[in-house]
């Protein structure tokens, strides 16, 4: 039956237009949606996989706070006020007055009705093109990233937010893994940097350059290795350090911390790692940001792991003079995932 036929069979009697009625509608599916997730549609099944192509931390940050806010069409109708004032046959065509705020389409199927966690203030498609525009750039000449108008802006907003941070003590244990069958014996030499001939481009280094990458705890090193049987070392830092703080930017570094945190939750620092060989586009922006940082003076860049998102973190040492003389490697573990066996290794 045609959508003018089912509503108008209903609306005669209430005298009431069907662009009225529709209208009506919106506005009572707006409400029930707030009143549910006091939040906009974030995405739908149209855009779903775009949403988190631009925005890729989204997926397990929070306590996958957006995996929990996907809903059936169907779910909410009969959840909500709707199914007391529309019958089902009037809401499943009535639905698809509804558009998607993101990308325009229909709604069918399942919407997703999440906020972005940093301030409203920020243009996320505004945001999205710069994304666009940067890889592009990585892609193409990655060496005059600093032609774009938004990276110049970080690079001087880094420069700045560095002359407000003091060294401070981490103070805190972390560890360092490396994959069993890569240890030719049990030494802490093993987890001090690699000689500059055998580094690979990393998310926070470039090709032979040296910088010491170190996690919160022994899971997050153990997804880090990709799952893999492991040796973990445990070490302090025993000095005081300037750290770039990107796991909670808005709450530690309050003056840029909303530009820093839609930063970190972009496809342009938190992409997994999507290509093999020497092919790492994904990692152009956030190398970008670890010469940005060692050159406005910061010892260590902390941010989230990309491949296990929890209450964790990683750190990675850009100041040579600290990795080189200030980290104490303490005990040694072997690993599976699960269970830990502590190693008895002469220092």
């Known amino acids: 039956m045609k959508m003018s036929s089912i509503v108008t069979n209903n609306l005669t009697k209430k005298n009431i237009t069907l662009s009225e009625h529709e209208e009506l509608f919106t506005e009572y599916f707006m409400a029930e949606l707030e009143s549910w997730f006091s939040a906009d549609i974030a995405c739908c099944d149209n855009c779903y996989e775009q949403f988190l192509e631009y925005w890729p931390l989204v997926y397990e940050a929070n306590d996958a706070e957006f995996q929990r806010s996907s809903i059936s069409l169907d779910c909410f109708y009969s959840g909500s ?57 990585s892609k193409t000449t990655p060496f005059l990233l600093l032609k774009n108008d938004y990276a110049s802006k970080i690079h001087d907003l880094l420069h ?109 620092m938190s992409k997994p790692l999507n290509t093999e060989g020497w092919d790492k586009p994904v990692y152009i922006f956030s190398r970008f940001i670890a010469d940005c940082a060692k050159s406005a003076g910061f010892d260590a860049i902390k941010y989230p792991s990309t491949k296990s998102l929890k209450n964790n973190f990683n750190l990675v040492i850009i100041n040579e003079n600290i990795f080189n003389d200030f980290v104490e490697f303490k005990d040694m573990f072997f690993f599976d995932g699960n269970n830990h066996v502590k190693l008895s290794i002469k220092k």
């Open 160 to 268: 700045r937010l560095a002359k407000q941070i003091d060294k401070a003590p981490f103070g805190l244990p972390l560890y360092r893994a490396r994959i069993s069958t890569q240890i030719e014996r049990l030494d802490f030499k093993e987890f001090t940097v690699a000689p500059k001939k055998e580094i690979k481009e990393g998310r926070y280094n470039h090709a032979g350059d040296q910088v010491l990458y170190l996690a919160s705890d022994m899971q997050t090193c153990f997804y880090e290795v990709n799952k893999k049987l492991c040796f973990i070392a445990e070490c302090s830092l025993n000095t005081d350090l300037k750290v770039l703080d990107l796991t909670k930017p808005d709450e530690v570094h309050e003056t840029y911390g909303e530009e820093l945190k839609a930063l970190v939750f972009s496809a342009l």
């Open 81 to 137: 006020m709707l199914s007391k004032i529309y019958s089902k046959e009037e809401y499943d065509v009535l639905k698809h007055t509804i558009h998607c705020p993101r990308c325009g389409a229909a709604l069918y199927a399942n919407m997703w009705a999440y906020e972005l966690s940093f301030s409203s203030d920020i243009d996320t498609f505004e945001f999205e093109s710069k994304i666009e525009a940067i890889t592009k750039l």
